[in-house]
């Protein structure tokens, strides 16, 4: 579980171009859930998705991830708690755009206790799953856009994480290809994990795999609801 306690975030703090991106905060993530956070361009998504995400720490308020307080751990443990517990899939994709699809995978584990062999062997099974075999040896740059999004996806489980966290994952896809990408992450949330998604995009937040939508507005907390009733 992750829970939240009146978290505030503001960026440049005291200075002319101060933004207060996300106001007091607070809310709890419960294992096996499909969340979205809905919301306009500049409303705190992707700000939040950072600080669940142990990517970023708050100006204020707490944040604990299995009754453990994270918020202000030291940077080399927070790289350990963001290795083993989540994999992020960015709206840019972030991938090593002159890299092989295979060493792309096995990137994020570096340095890590795991043998060479292993990882490559984990990689290739997940490849497999996401019908990207025959393209391990290509560099990314060669892919189509939804094959990046696979292999987004496909390094993002590399460290079997049980929380997946995904930012506008739909930003550069079609709408076949966003439904396509919805239903891998139907398969990965039957398989117990837990994912939390920021977007705007229709497609996402009215799936029926959608059971929980969280509305921000200006930083703020404006709904927390089922997702059944729609946008």
Do not use: W
């Amino acid at each position: 579980m992750i829970r939240i306690e009146e978290v505030s975030k503001i960026y440049h703090q005291g200075k002319p171009d101060e933004v207060r991106a996300l106001q007091d905060i607070s809310l709890e993530f419960f294992p096996g859930e499909v969340v979205v956070l809905t919301g306009p361009s500049g409303s705190g998504k992707s700000t939040l998705l950072a600080l669940i995400g142990c990517m970023a720490r708050p100006t204020q308020g707490t944040i604990y991830l299995q009754e453990r307080r994270v918020s202000r751990l030291p940077e080399s443990f927070l790289a350990r708690i963001r290795r083993e517990t989540y994999g992020f899939v960015f709206q840019q994709y972030h991938l090593l755009r002159d890299v092989s699809v295979l060493d792309n995978l096995m990137f994020p584990l570096y340095p890590a206790a795991l043998p060479y062999k292993t990882m490559r062997e984990r990689a290739l099974l997940l490849l497999n799953k996401f019908d990207l075999s025959d393209r391990h040896k290509t560099n990314v740059r060669q892919l189509s856009g939804g094959e990046q999004q696979r292999v987004a996806l496909a390094r993002a489980l590399m460290a079997d994480p049980p929380i997946i966290i995904a930012d506008e994952p739909t930003a550069h896809l079609d709408a076949e290809l966003s439904l396509e990408l919805l239903k891998i992450l139907t398969e990965l949330n039957a398989e117990g994990r837990t994912i939390i998604i920021a977007s705007h995009d229709p497609v996402v937040y009215q799936s029926p795999l959608i059971n929980r939508r969280i509305g921000l507005r200006h930083g703020k907390l404006v709904d927390d609801n089922n997702a059944g009733a729609g946008q």
